[in-house]
């Protein structure tokens, strides 16, 4: 049995959990399995990419002032255009800046000349993707494909209720594979611990 490597594999997992037949293509949709899952793959897609700190999809990058800031913020820093989530800013979780703030896809911060940032990208390549997250999101495409496939509210909703579950032991795993350097400080640290990163700061769960 081989793992996912592809879009179609990942959609073929979802239409299992549904007991819908499989489907060869969402590049060239034709049966209307294809094109309910054409429309729907990569928007789950980037929706599961935030849902966590992904450690595959974690990306460090350091970005120069776009402009003056607003709102009593110094400075602005356009978000790469390949993020979808801002994990934290500054050089660690630890010792992460928190006080910032985005609108716009621009970053406002009391930095005035660079600004580190770490993010989850948009991440495509399936066969590099964490095997649990494959499995949220298979789960999650599962739920948002049902209704539309069939016609079973009942199935979107047990659909969602497993990928709720996925998600808490998949953002576990990953975090405890991105232990925090110390002990002393931060509220990320207790959400690490939790699930993987995510916490009740809005900045770091959706």
């Given at each position: 049995?081989?793992?996912?490597?592809?879009?179609?594999?990942?959609?073929?997992?979802?239409l299992d959990h549904l007991g819908e037949l499989s489907i060869s293509s969402i590049e060239?949709?034709?049966?209307?399995?294809?094109?309910?899952?054409?429309?729907?793959?990569?928007?789950?897609?980037?929706?599961?990419?935030?849902?966590?700190?992904?450690?595959?999809?974690?990306?460090?990058?350091?970005?120069?002032?776009?402009?003056?800031?607003?709102?009593?913020?110094?400075?602005?820093?356009?978000?790469?255009?390949?993020?979808?989530?801002?994990?934290?800013?500054?050089?660690?979780?630890?010792?992460?800046?928190?006080?910032?703030?985005?609108?716009?896809?621009?970053?406002?911060?009391?930095?005035?000349?660079?600004?580190?940032?770490?993010?989850?990208?948009?991440?495509?390549?399936?066969?590099?993707?964490?095997?649990?997250?494959?499995?949220?999101?298979?789960?999650?495409?599962?739920?948002?494909?049902?209704?539309?496939?069939?016609?079973?509210?009942?199935?979107?909703?047990?659909?969602?209720?497993?990928?709720?579950?996925?998600?808490?032991?998949?953002?576990?795993?990953?975090?405890?594979?991105?232990?925090?350097?110390?002990?002393?400080?931060?509220?990320?640290?207790?959400?690490?611990?939790?699930?993987?990163?995510?916490?009740?700061?809005?900045?770091?769960?959706?």
């Amino acid at each position: 049995m081989t793992a996912p490597v592809s879009a179609v594999d990942i959609c073929n997992l979802a239409l299992d959990h549904l007991g819908e037949l499989s489907i060869s293509s969402i590049e060239s949709p034709v049966t209307r399995a294809e094109q309910v899952m054409a429309r729907h793959y990569d928007q789950v897609r980037r929706a599961c990419l935030r849902k966590a700190m992904w450690n595959f999809a974690m990306t460090f990058r350091t970005v120069t002032v776009s402009g003056a800031g607003e709102g009593g913020y110094a400075s602005a820093f356009l978000l790469p255009n390949d993020c979808v989530r801002l994990n934290y800013t500054g050089e660690d979780p630890v010792n992460a800046d928190t006080d910032f703030q985005i609108s716009d896809r621009y970053i406002y911060s009391n930095s005035t000349e660079s600004l580190a940032l770490a993010y989850n990208k948009d991440f495509t390549e399936v066969s590099k993707m964490d095997p649990m997250f494959i499995d949220y999101f298979a789960f999650k495409l599962a739920a948002a494909t049902a209704v539309a496939l069939t016609k079973k509210y009942k199935l979107q909703e047990a659909m969602t209720v497993y990928a709720k579950d996925v998600l808490a032991d998949a953002a576990s795993v990953d975090g405890q594979e991105r232990p925090p350097t110390r002990v002393d400080k931060s509220r990320l640290i207790t959400a690490r611990h939790r699930m993987g990163g995510i916490g009740s700061d809005s900045r770091y769960y959706e």
